[in-house]
């Protein structure tokens, strides 16, 4: 069953983008990620409302961080994991995922599973990947999920090999394998 969080927002003239990962999308990837999932720790960066993140420890993650700069999103995760009892196994952090990246140090344990779903015409796929793998945030034998526009092909990175790409309308789900 997928997690379906509301998103959207307006106040005024300012606009909060929150841009949830639609129901099929998110049922699909964890098809491809059953195994993948239980006994992790997950990181969710660009969380929007958690779809990813609060999906994995609805399928068996033991820890997931979420990481979005707005506080209206982090105000919808918050909710979100209060509602499912995900608090004591939950961390939001509230930056800019850049700052976060750059900060990297403060986590001893690297992650299992890495989650990114940027804005698709303000980031670049092979560069927020390829600092993700400089940060050494993705543990060895993790996995890198990653949604993009279907405009953009899946990036070779080193380190990282492609397992799969599917198309979900305008949007591309590749998942590669740390190596």
Request: contains cysteine; hydrophobic residues 40%.
């Amino acid at each position: 069953m997928a997690v379906r969080l509301s998103a959207g927002l307006r106040r005024g003239k300012t606009h909060v983008e929150l841009r949830p990962t639609s129901a099929r999308t998110l049922e699909s990837v964890f098809d491809m990620l059953r195994a993948d999932v239980p006994d992790t720790r997950v990181l969710d960066l660009y969380a929007g409302v958690g779809s990813y993140g609060v999906m994995a420890l609805k399928n068996g993650a033991d820890v997931a961080v979420f990481v979005d700069k707005s506080r209206e999103a982090e105000k919808r995760m918050l909710r979100a994991l209060s509602q499912y009892h995900f608090e004591d196994r939950s961390v939001v952090h509230c930056e800019d995922v850049q700052h976060f990246l750059h900060n990297a140090g403060r986590f001893t344990d690297p992650f299992n599973i890495v989650f990114a779903d940027p804005p698709y015409e303000r980031v670049v796929p092979g560069e927020l990947m390829e600092q993700v793998m400089e940060s050494g945030l993705l543990a060895p034998q993790g996995v890198f999920v990653f949604e993009h526009s279907k405009r953009q092909a899946p990036p070779d990175i080193v380190g990282l090999k492609l397992r799969k790409s599917r198309v979900f309308g305008d949007t591309t789900v590749s998942i590669w394998d740390s190596v």
